[in-house]
């Protein structure tokens, strides 16, 4: 199983929005509503912030935001503040044997 | 509060041997299936193994495959991660994590680092 594909690197001035997007197949991305997404500071572990594709952990900003199209899922940020600088992973569900795939992860960068 | 704490990474020589530990506080450990994620240097997240809540279900990644197992002490609210004949590429921040529904884990460790190097 391939992990997902991510941009390498977005960036973004504060209060702007930007979209993080996480393809994968029909195997997994589009055949499943379990996309999470996780925000990883330098150093630091990972942080649940969006669960089955679109819904907030509470405590989560509402700035944050997930979608699916096709095979195709996405992170928005809107109103982009310092410290969202951080790597953005997703994170799907691809069948039974493989209850957890991760994309490669994306640089975020809060100019 | 709700805890993760992993134990017993370090430096081993390659096809040597380690156990991981993973200490869970703050909840009801027995209920909640887990996973370990690893990371290693400069790299993305790698999902490696998952556990169900009675050890009925287990998965491992093709990668650890034949040489990691995972386990679980309820009792003790623990999980554990045996990793045998270690390679260079298993070098990485091992993580575990509780998962909530499908492909979400909400609550992560801080991370146990393994060194694999002569």
């Known amino acids: 199983q391939s992990a997902l594909t991510q941009p390498r690197s977005v960036s973004g001035s504060p209060g702007q929005s930007v979209t993080i997007s996480c393809t994968g197949t029909s195997s997994d991305v589009g055949g499943y509503n379990y996309v999470s997404w996780y925000q990883q500071h330098p150093g630091k572990a990972p942080k649940l912030m969006i669960l089955?594709?679109?819904e907030r952990p509470s405590g989560v900003p509402d700035r944050f935001s997930g979608s699916k199209s096709g095979n195709t899922a996405s992170l928005t940020i809107s109103g982009l503040q310092a410290e969202d600088e951080a790597d953005y992973y997703c994170?799907?569900?691809?069948?039974?044997?493989?209850?957890?795939?991760f994309g490669g992860g994306t640089r975020l960068t809060v100019l | 509060e709700v805890q993760l704490v992993e134990s017993g990474g370090g430096l081993v020589p390659p096809g040597g041997s380690l156990r991981l530990s993973c200490a869970g506080s703050?909840?009801?450990?027995?209920?909640?299936?887990m996973n370990w994620v690893r990371q290693a240097p400069g790299k993305g997240l790698e999902w490696i193994s998952y556990?169900?809540?009675?050890?009925?279900?287990?998965f491992y990644a093709d990668s650890v495959k034949g040489r990691f197992t995972i386990s679980r002490d309820n009792a003790k609210n623990s999980l554990y991660l045996q990793m045998n004949s270690l390679r260079g590429e298993d070098t990485a921040v091992y993580y575990c994590?509780?998962?909530?529904?499908?492909?979400?884990?909400?609550?992560w460790g801080q991370g146990t680092t393994v060194t694999v190097s002569s």
């Open positions: 089955d594709v679109s």
């Open positions: 556990i169900s809540s009675s050890s009925g279900t287990i």
């Open positions: 703050g909840f009801i450990f027995s209920s909640y299936n």
């Open positions: 994170c799907s569900y691809a069948g039974i044997y493989t209850p957890v795939i």
């Open positions: 994590a509780r998962r909530t529904q499908v492909a979400t884990m909400d609550v």
